[in-house]
């Protein structure tokens, strides 16, 4: 299929033209194969299967959710206000153990609905409940995510190997399955959650799957505490004791609790950092140094954690909180400027997930976008584009939502997804998981 988008003004990206103030892209098969300014030549009207006309709509890359826990949907405002550890063992983990497949599938399915209404094309899903359930949707809904079987290794060995063995079979069924759009990593859920053989026994199957390791680190202080006292060392440094950082590509969560030395570390194992700044600041953990990691060059994207622990997956909130916050703790204007928000969200994160050609508007990149209407009143001088995405828009300003050159949201209406029925269910679900655990 061919399509035509024309009279837009394009977020590109590509930092060798970054804005397009009145341009078109021409997209084949899926793949940019052109990005313009002016008017498209007859020709491509004319060859177009569809055109569409913006009428001055901003036109960007779809926004890159790198952490997150999209299974807890449903326990979004069921518990606030309080630490990490308290949160997770008396309120979630305890309402988790009710979850059952329906519960997982309406929680996950307004999950979805939220992402695309706000522009998110591509999330990151580490959980342990119907995974392949959710694969499936997937591939029938059209968006595009690294999928991971999350393991807790507080168990007896036989019973690691058995989530381990999960695992990899999951990553083997579906890594770059559904034209492309799902991958797959390994996922050991935290340091205080597996022990130290457990992750390396992860690693090793991640090793051999070829697959990157995704974890949870150092998001809270007590973490860090508890582990230095058990161990002697602090979490990271346990793992570059036991030789696991170099070994295989890493896509660490958090990351609060971190120091120079640290940092230093996870430059020269050339990891990432997913930053969670909205979920870090509402469970008290505290804030990044994404200041310092920027400063070493570490590749930080964007992540929203669950809804559980933000209360939203809204993108566009994650980088204005982020740009913002940032600036106060540094107590400097010039930390994380608009234009680095924006690569957080979209060039940064395809990094993060291994997506190649994905995240800029771009000659042979993948045709993942959406549209803004320009006219909002807060989006006026219009001509401030990449200042107002980040520190004007809302998400409810996405009007248009595409994978793949394929159409997810049109004109504010999710396609792939059946929006009435699936607020009902959810809203049903709760209801009935909340009764058993009265």
């Given at each position: 299929?061919?399509?035509?988008?024309?009279?837009?003004?394009?977020?590109?990206?590509d930092e060798n033209?970054?804005?397009?103030?009145k341009?078109?892209?021409?997209?084949?098969k899926?793949?940019?194969?052109?990005?313009?300014?002016?008017?498209?030549?007859?020709?491509?009207?004319?060859?177009?299967?569809?055109?569409i006309?913006?009428?001055g709509?901003?036109?960007?890359?779809?926004?890159?959710?790198?952490?997150?826990?999209?299974?807890?949907?449903?326990?979004?405002?069921?518990?606030?206000?309080?630490p990490?550890?308290?949160?997770?063992?008396?309120?979630?983990?305890?309402?988790?153990?009710?979850?059952?497949?329906e519960?997982?599938?309406?929680g996950?399915?307004?999950?979805?609905?939220?992402?695309?209404?706000?522009?998110?094309?591509?999330?990151?899903?580490?959980?342990?409940?119907?995974?392949?359930?959710?694969a499936?949707?997937?591939?029938?809904?059209?968006?595009?995510?690294?999928?991971?079987?999350?393991?807790?290794?507080l168990c007896?060995?036989e019973?690691?190997?058995?989530?381990?063995?999960?695992?990899?079979?999951?990553?083997?069924?579906?890594?770059?399955?559904?034209n492309?759009?799902?991958?797959s990593?390994?996922a050991p859920?935290?340091?205080?959650t597996?022990?130290?053989?457990?992750?390396?026994?992860?690693?090793?199957?991640?090793?051999?799957?070829?697959?990157?390791?995704?974890?949870?680190?150092?998001?809270?202080?007590k973490?860090v505490?508890?582990?230095?006292?058990?161990?002697?060392?602090?979490?990271?440094?346990?793992?570059?004791?036991?030789n696991?950082?170099?070994s295989?590509?890493?896509?660490f969560?958090?990351?609060?609790?971190?120091?120079?030395?640290?940092?230093?570390?996870?430059?020269?194992?050339?990891?990432?950092?997913?930053?969670?700044?909205?979920?870090?600041?509402?469970?008290?953990?505290?804030?990044?140094?994404?200041?310092?990691?920027?400063?070493?060059?570490?590749?930080?994207?964007?992540?929203?954690?669950s809804?559980?622990?933000?209360?939203?997956?809204?993108m566009?909130e994650?980088?204005?909180?982020a740009?913002?916050?940032?600036?106060?703790?540094?107590?400097?204007?010039?930390?994380?400027?608009?234009?680095?928000?924006?690569?957080l969200?979209?060039?940064?994160?395809?990094?993060?997930?291994?997506f190649?050609?994905?995240?800029?508007?771009?000659?042979?990149?993948?045709?993942?976008?959406?549209?803004i209407?320009?006219?909002?009143?807060?989006?006026q001088?219009?001509?401030?584009?990449?200042?107002?995405?980040?520190?004007?828009?809302?998400?409810?300003?996405?009007?248009?939502?595409?994978?793949?050159?394929?159409a997810?949201?049109?004109?504010?209406?999710?396609?792939?997804?059946?929006?009435e029925?699936?607020?009902?269910?959810?809203?049903?679900?709760?209801?009935?998981?909340?009764a058993?655990?009265?």
């Open positions: 299929m061919s399509l035509l988008c024309e009279d837009v003004t394009i977020v590109t990206m033209r970054p804005l397009i103030k341009g078109y892209a021409y997209i084949e899926g793949h940019f194969s052109k990005v313009e300014e002016g008017d498209p030549p007859s020709k491509l009207r004319i060859e177009a299967e569809i055109s006309n913006a009428k709509k901003w036109m960007l890359p779809g926004l890159i959710n790198t952490h997150g826990h999209a299974g807890m949907t449903l326990l979004r405002g069921h518990a606030d206000d309080l990490l550890h308290q949160w997770l063992q008396e309120k979630i983990w305890p309402f988790e153990m009710k979850l059952d497949r519960a997982v599938r309406a996950r399915n307004l999950a979805l609905l939220e992402m695309i209404k706000s522009g998110t094309t591509t999330f990151l899903e580490m959980y342990h409940l119907f995974m392949d359930d959710l499936e949707t997937i591939e029938e809904v059209g968006i595009r995510a690294t999928l991971m079987r999350s393991m807790i290794g007896p060995v019973e690691q190997k058995e989530k381990l063995r999960e695992a990899a079979t999951f990553t083997k069924t579906w890594h770059k399955q559904a492309g759009r799902i991958q990593m390994l859920h935290a340091p205080y597996c022990p130290i053989r457990f992750i390396e026994m992860i690693v090793e199957e991640a090793i051999h799957l070829n697959v990157p390791v995704h974890m949870h680190l150092a998001e809270t202080k973490e505490d508890d582990h230095i006292l058990h161990h002697g060392l602090h979490p990271l440094d346990h793992l570059d004791q036991a696991l950082l170099h295989v590509s890493w896509l969560a958090h990351g609060v609790h971190l120091n120079d030395s640290h940092l230093s570390k996870i430059k020269e194992a050339k990891a990432m950092i997913s930053h969670n700044p909205k979920s870090n600041l509402k469970l008290g953990s505290g804030i990044a140094p994404v200041s310092q990691m920027l400063d070493k060059e570490i590749t930080v994207s964007l992540g929203t954690d809804s559980a622990s933000n209360n939203s997956l809204d566009f994650e980088m204005r909180v740009a913002l916050i940032h600036k106060g703790v540094e107590q400097s204007p010039t930390t994380l400027p608009a234009k680095m928000a924006l690569e969200a979209m060039t940064n994160g395809a990094k993060a997930l291994h190649e050609k994905v995240g800029k508007i771009k000659e042979g990149y993948q045709a993942d976008f959406l549209f209407e320009s006219t909002e009143g807060h989006l001088p219009v001509e401030h584009v990449e200042s107002h995405l980040v520190y004007a828009c809302k998400s409810n300003d996405v009007t248009d939502v595409y994978v793949q050159g394929n997810l949201m049109k004109n504010r209406q999710v396609l792939t997804l059946d929006e029925r699936i607020i009902s269910e959810a809203n049903a679900h709760y209801q009935r998981i909340k058993l655990n009265s």
